[in-house]
């Protein structure tokens, strides 16, 4: 019987591995929570008194793409028909859908944008209504992942993981 390997856990180098990250993670809020919990939160954070009470999360799969509504792209513009660049796809494999195509061409959106509101919010002309409250949305911009697929980039941007079974927003 091999003493060095935990039902399920594997070997304790992984055992470790895979526990040291959520170890440390607990270790770091018990040395910051006398800071947190003086200042409501992080010191200097944040910068003005909240007004939002209430988020609504909108995952729209199979709606309209956020390159034709919230996200222009003016670089996609210039370099409209290119082939995409060997840097963005790296080795992942392409979908059946683009697979019989004899290029993979940049193509840019066909509506044109404009800033709205105070803050200056790039909405595109398919969001006549929603560009006279710009100001009253928050748009995060700052989510990403490396993968090019739909179904893997989804997984990842909702739990963090490109493989599935892990919690997602909401849960």
């Not at 470790?16 to 959520?22: C, H, M, N």
């Not at 609504?56 to 919230?70: A, D, R």
């Not at 080795?91 to 859908?97: E, H, K």
């Not at 019989?100 to 044109?112: I, M, N, T, V, W």
């Amino acid at each position: 019987m091999d003493c060095h390997r935990y039902q399920n856990w594997g070997t304790r180098r992984e055992f470790l591995s895979r526990t040291g990250l959520g170890l440390g993670a607990a270790a770091l809020s018990q040395l910051m929570a006398p800071a947190a919990s003086a200042a409501g939160g992080l010191p200097g954070l944040p910068h003005f008194a909240p007004k939002a009470k209430r988020v609504i999360y909108l995952f729209q799969s199979g709606g309209p793409p956020h390159l034709e509504l919230f996200d222009p792209k003016p670089l996609l513009s210039e370099r409209f028909d290119e082939e995409l660049p060997a840097s963005v796809r790296g080795t992942q494999r392409i979908t059946g859908m683009v697979s019989g195509q004899a290029k993979l061409a940049l193509q840019p959106s066909k509506y044109s944008f404009q800033q709205c509101g105070k803050s200056g919010q790039w909405l595109s002309d398919l969001l006549p209504h929603t560009q006279k409250i710009a100001d009253d949305l928050c748009l995060i911009r700052s989510m990403n992942t490396e993968a090019i697929n739909h179904d893997p980039a989804i997984t990842m941007l909702q739990t963090g993981s490109q493989q599935p079974g892990r919690p997602s927003i909401g849960a």
